[in-house]
């Protein structure tokens, strides 16, 4: 298993450019997330996903989309780039069963790092 | 609300000294999950530990080990006889059983062994 694979690694985008950062799991896991990690800052959530076909807000998901058309992928849209969007941003996925009260770990992809000049 | 402390913002030690990373966590749940995840200098994530707040005992795992204390909201980590390989951010984080298992980070403890 490649576990949770994040592409690209690395990415400068100017002001108002668009992008799309790709996440992808192998380990069938219903749920997936998007965090963003800013200097010396801890992780903080941007989007979630707790199945295909469903999407919601986390903490700070303006300038952000996502989709989850599938359970293997779960993509994140930057639409109008901006500074403020310099980060390095993790998708993370985690098998949650629903039957009792439990939450299983996240496992985390390797980062996209992201420049906006 | 749900919030993670992690008061320290560095740590240095000298290889083969013990130290502790402080955790200090807030919810109103009486379920709850606690983690620690670390991240050395590559820059990805990995998962050391998962507690239930059910369950107070401490966990050893070779070198490491983890103090959870409800009483007083902490989930401490102690490395042993640290090494420079544990150089690394670390970071605490809090998940509350609820229909997302999002997780709340703490700023993280960055650790600096020393030869």
């Known amino acids: 298993n490649a576990g949770v694979t994040q592409t690209p690694k690395f990415r400068i985008l100017k002001i108002g450019q668009s992008m799309t950062l790709q996440c992808t799991q192998d380990?069938?896991?219903?749920?997936m997330y998007w965090y963003r990690q800013d200097p010396g800052m801890g992780l903080k959530l941007i989007y979630y996903?707790?199945?295909?076909?469903?999407?919601d807000k986390g903490e700070v998901p303006n300038g952000y989309n996502v989709s989850r058309s599938t359970t293997e992928d779960f993509p994140l849209r930057l639409e109008l780039a901006a500074p403020s969007q310099t980060s390095v941003y993790f998708c993370?996925?985690?098998?949650?069963?629903?039957?009792?009260?439990?939450?299983?770990?996240?496992?985390f992809g390797p980062g996209t790092r992201l420049t906006v000049l | 609300a749900q919030k993670v402390t992690q008061a320290q913002t560095e740590i240095s030690v000298v290889e083969k000294e013990d130290v502790t990373l402080d955790c200090v966590y807030e919810t109103r749940d009486t379920t709850y999950y606690l983690f620690w995840y670390k991240q050395p200098p590559s820059g990805e994530l990995v998962f050391l530990i998962r507690r239930n707040s059910f369950d107070e005992q401490n966990e050893i795992s070779g070198r490491y080990s983890w103090n959870f204390q409800k009483s007083t909201s902490s989930f401490n980590f102690t490395i042993t006889a640290s090494q420079v390989v544990d150089s690394a951010v670390y970071f605490c984080a809090l998940s509350e059983v609820d229909n997302t298992d999002k997780l709340i980070f703490g700023t993280g403890t960055r650790l600096q062994v020393f030869p």
């Open positions: 996903s707790v199945g295909a076909g469903i999407t």
């Open positions: 993370a996925s985690s098998y949650t069963r629903r039957q009792g009260k439990n939450t299983d770990t996240q496992y």
């Open positions: 380990m069938n896991h219903n749920y």
